[in-house]
């Protein structure tokens, strides 16, 4: 009797921040609490853009996996003391770095580590987001990921 294969899921939401540095999106992974928005509005500061806090659909798209902000959600982030902030967003970018965020992430990364995400590898890096050079080093790490 030959196999039964399921399809791999296309899409899912999930629980972060994510933002468009150029034409790429880096998906920010963390609890509650833990520097997503905060390292989300650094790198906005340093001309990055929102594309969507709280939560991120992430659907596969000819074998790319692109990131946007549920209905609701679009186009607002929370800003800690100051609450639900309106701001520009852009709507559909694909994904090509998650940074997980950690409170003692590794000094020197083991070999390069993925997450499948809606049936695609996103190369993963982990970091202390509240760090001040937190935003340099996920800019650096993106354009590693690009080679």
């Known amino acids: 009797m030959p196999e039964i294969r399921l399809s791999e899921v296309s899409s899912?939401?999930?629980?972060?921040?994510?933002?468009?540095?150029g034409s790429r999106a880096v998906l920010i992974e963390g609890r509650s609490g833990e520097g997503k928005s905060d390292l989300a509005l650094r790198l906005i500061d340093r001309g990055a853009a929102l594309v969507a806090?709280?939560?991120?659909?992430?659907?596969?798209?000819?074998?790319?996996?692109?990131?946007?902000?549920?209905?609701?959600?679009?186009?607002?982030?929370?800003?800690?003391?100051?609450?639900?902030?309106?701001?520009?967003n852009v709507e559909r970018v694909p994904v090509e770095l998650l940074i997980v965020i950690l409170d003692a992430p590794p000094r020197f990364p083991e070999d390069p580590r993925t997450r499948r995400i809606a049936g695609v590898n996103v190369p993963v890096l982990a970091l202390a987001a509240l760090e001040p050079s937190a935003p340099i080093k996920v800019e650096l790490a993106l354009k590693q990921a690009a080679r």
């Open 12 to 21: 899912e939401t999930v629980h972060g921040t994510c933002v468009a540095i």
């Open 53 to 88: 806090d709280g939560q991120v659909i992430c659907q596969r798209q000819e074998g790319a996996l692109i990131a946007c902000a549920p209905t609701h959600l679009a186009g607002r982030i929370e800003v800690r003391g100051l609450g639900i902030i309106e701001m520009p």
